[in-house]
């Protein structure tokens, strides 16, 4: 430790003598006596890692360049030789060259008095400089001893500083790997997050490259690496995903395989009995030079290895600079610190984690996706006339989303939309009819105003009208055959079969009536009165117990004035948006998506109140709701897929959902963008 500890002293003092014992145990420094700098004409000055102890006379020498610098650097200390008295002087008698350096001040007593003061501030300053102050006749073992003690003092200072600055840098390595933590926590989507991940990675360490491999299984035996990502300050380079073993011969491998960190100050200069070895076709191919590297393992919660992170070239003094040419890599480059690769380690760690996580909510939101789709097809089987209505209804919704987002004027200029909440509008489209597996079925699917099972019945009555007309008809030609004779009954039953023919055309036309009353189109008035007179038909069955052509069941469907449902089913079929709402709002939701229910229970309602089930207006309809609804009518207008009405063209479509904007029913600035961005091509051309 002798080269790093330094005892200066004045040429020609008391302390010379005293220093000049300590020679063979310390370096001596002999400063001249005008204290500007030392006896070989450099100036008064430390250098890194030395520590001095000065010796002084303080009678003779003259202190102010050393107090100075006592003050100023940590790694000095003072050790004056003399009395109190001489140690507080305001200005010292000392003399320089046999002269007086500076005498007391001199004039009137009150210039004497502030001279006074003044000088005992800077002699007391000057006491408190020295570490020790010993009297000029102490012995030299006792000099000695009080030396090693200043050093001592000085050593124990740069621990106590290097511990503090160990603590601070240890509390900003906390926090930056906390800022890093719950960045990449917060962070969902795998590619971002391996980016992320690699440049926080860069950041840390001051490494100007790196690359990034994840572990892959092949077989239940059998995993391998992948390259995932590459990240170069210096140098641009196309870049493709490649696989590689999981083995000894590269230092990726040999980490995924050991779960070893390797830090290599040159990679160019690795152990030839190492394993692992160094590829240099990148540096060839693309003129880069690798030297440092620090390859180390992320590990999860089991410990396992499911990743490897390489970085390349640490630029600690520069980490702005590029390096453009090995001379630019020669001046930067330096080994990886040991605490940079701890830092990176404990980083390599939360980022699996995150990783992990990441890869776990990405599988969570992958399986409720296909539950997502297989309850919406499920649904929708059982009502196959609206099958990939909401699959539509979502596509169209969220082309208009888009849209709306990238709206530079009007009234949504400044609508945007989150990557999450662009997922509640696609979810809530895909489950906004979600409630019919609360509807009856056969109200569900019905196309007609009768039920298939009661049209059937009257199919068979009436078919049962008709053969009891051809029976008493033939009856009644028999009777006659047998009760006349062959020319009068001949002459009976002409009229007969004419009365027959008409009767069988009136049941035809009876039938044909309740079967055009039975389609679900708007019935004109006069139609109601024809089916009364229906009703008002009698036959009688096998047992002669007479019916009806028509039950009032029969007719309270068949007159149903719009449409195939009654006022009952209408209600039923409504109710479907309530069994949506209340089935929605039992799923757990997370956070960022939590307006899926809200969202998909008003797409039947109209801004002017008049929709349903809750009759809301525009200031209780979210933005989101009304782009579905608007979506919603016009794929239940033009989708071909529906038995109890025509599809109507795109055009005819867009004039009624134009037509409901007037009225206020629909969001018009909405619509407009919906028809001027012909959002309604994304399901019209997958249907053609």
Known sequence: MKSQKELWYYRGSCAAKLAGELKAKLALRELTADGSGDARGSRLAVADGKLVVCLLDLKRDDIAALVRLAAHHPNVRLVG????????????????????????????????????????????????????????????????RTIAAAFENIELSVRERSAREDLARAEREMEALNRIGVALSAERDITRLLSLILSKMREITAADAGSLYMVEKVSDREQRLRFKLTQNDSRQFPFAEYTLPINETSMAGHVALNGEVINIPDAYAIAPALPYHFNPKYDQDSGYRTRSMLTLPMRNTKGEVIGVLQLINCKHGEPGALLHSLEDVERVVTTFPAHAARMALSLASQAAVAYENSKLYQDIETLFEGFVKAA?????????????????????????????????????????????????????ALLHDFGKVGVREEVLVKAKKLYPWQMGMLKQRFDYIRKEMEARHTQRKLQYFLERNREEALSLISPLEEEYVHRLAEVDDYFQTILESNEPTVLPGGKFDRLLEIARQTFSDAHGTEHNYLDPEEIRFLSIPKGSLDPAERVEIES???????????????KEISNIPGIARGHHEKLDGSGYPYQLKAEDIPVQTRMMTICDIFDALSASDRPYKRAVPSDRALDI???????????????????????????TKQQT
């Not at 200005?91 to 009137?108: D, F, I, L, M, Q």
């Not at 479907?576 to 997370?590: A, D, E, K, R």
């Not at 963008?673 to 091509?681: G, T």
């Open 376 to 428: 919406v097809t499920a649904i929708e089987q059982r009502d196959p006339t609206t099958s990939g209505h909401s699959f539509r209804v979502s596509t169209l919704t969220v082309g208009l989303a888009e849209t709306v987002d990238r709206c530079p004027a009007g009234a949504y200029a400044g609508t945007h939309f989150t990557r999450e909440q662009m997922k509640e509008i696609r979810y809530a």
């Open 576 to 590: 479907h948006v309530i069994h949506t709402f209340n089935f929605l709002t039992q799923i757990p939701w997370t």
């Open 657 to 683: 959902l134009a037509s409901e904007a007037k009225r206020q029913q629909l969001d018009g600035e909405l619509f407009q963008m919906f028809a001027d961005a012909r959002i309604y091509e994304l399901t």
């Open 81 to 144: 030789l003399g009395s109190g008295s001489e140690a507080n002087a305001a200005e010292p008698s000392a003399t320089v060259g046999g002269k007086s350096r500076r005498g007391p001040a001199r004039g009137s007593a009150t210039g004497s008095a502030r001279g006074s003061a003044r000088g005992s501030a800077r002699g007391s300053a000057r006491a408190s400089a020295l570490f020790a102050l010993l009297p000029r006749r102490t012995p030299p073992e006792q000099v000695e």
